[in-house]
């Protein structure tokens, strides 16, 4: 079974300029997940989709941060514009169910620099 | 609201030592509980988890017990190997996922 594809897996851009992420998850898994991890800290949550739908985006910035899953597949999230504080590694999981003993699968992620 | 605590970082243990990282957590109902590893250069997986009070999640030689008297679930292996160093991450899902900050272990020969 393929696991959960991420790209780039590093991107290095400018403060002020947009970048986008893409996520294919696990055939057939309804859930995706998008987390933040800034170096030292565990992943924190942006945005979680079942199917196409979001379920939660309660700690996605909306001014600067966008995500959709169109068709209910692959995912893309975007930031624009970038900040200096956006340098993190991006996670992009998905599970078969949202229910709470669901077993998250982790991509590798990518790894932003925001200079 | 919802949060894990783990101990902090870094752990640095010879081989076939005993490994505890401690993990305390705080929920509004009965949430399940996790264990994520991150071994260099990979993405986080699961090592274990339990989903009720008293269960015992165990891999890899590697267990924790949900506590809910004492709202702790700390790893724990009796001989950890080199191929153990990696960050673990304690986690709980009530509703939604709520990870700790990682302990970073390495073990030495």
């Known amino acids: 079974e393929a696991g959960v594809a991420q790209s780039p897996r590093y991107k290095i851009i400018e403060k002020r300029q947009s970048v986008a992420f893409w996520c294919n998850p696990i055939?057939?898994?309804?859930?995706l997940y998008w987390y933040q991890q800034i170096l030292g800290q565990g992943p924190k949550l942006l945005i979680q989709f079942q199917n196409n739908g979001v379920v939660d985006d309660s700690q996605l910035p909306k001014d600067r941060f966008s995500a959709e899953r169109l068709k209910g597949v692959d995912s893309t999230l975007k930031i624009q514009p970038a900040k200096l504080e956006d340098s993190a590694v991006y996670l992009c999981?998905?599970?078969?169910?949202?229910?709470?003993?669901?077993?998250?699968?982790f991509g590798a992620g990518t790894r932003l620099s925001v200079l | 609201g919802d949060s894990v605590t783990q101990m902090e970082g870094p752990v640095t243990l010879s081989e076939e030592a005993f490994l505890t990282i401690n993990c305390t957590y705080t929920?509004?109902?009965?949430?399940?509980l996790f264990w994520y590893v991150q071994y260099p250069g990979e993405g986080l997986q699961l090592l274990l988890k339990?989903?009720?009070?008293?269960d015992k999640g165990s891999n890899k030689g590697f267990e924790a017990t949900y506590r809910k008297e004492t709202t702790s679930f700390h790893l724990e292996k009796g001989s950890v190997q080199v191929s153990d160093s990696a960050v673990y991450f304690c986690a709980l899902s009530e509703a939604k996922f709520y990870f700790g900050t990682g302990t970073s272990l390495t073990v030495i020969p």
């Open positions: 929920a509004t109902g009965y949430p399940s």
């Open positions: 999981a998905s599970s078969l169910d949202r229910t709470s003993v669901g077993i998250q699968y």
């Open positions: 055939s057939g898994h309804a859930t």
């Open positions: 339990a989903t009720k009070a008293d």
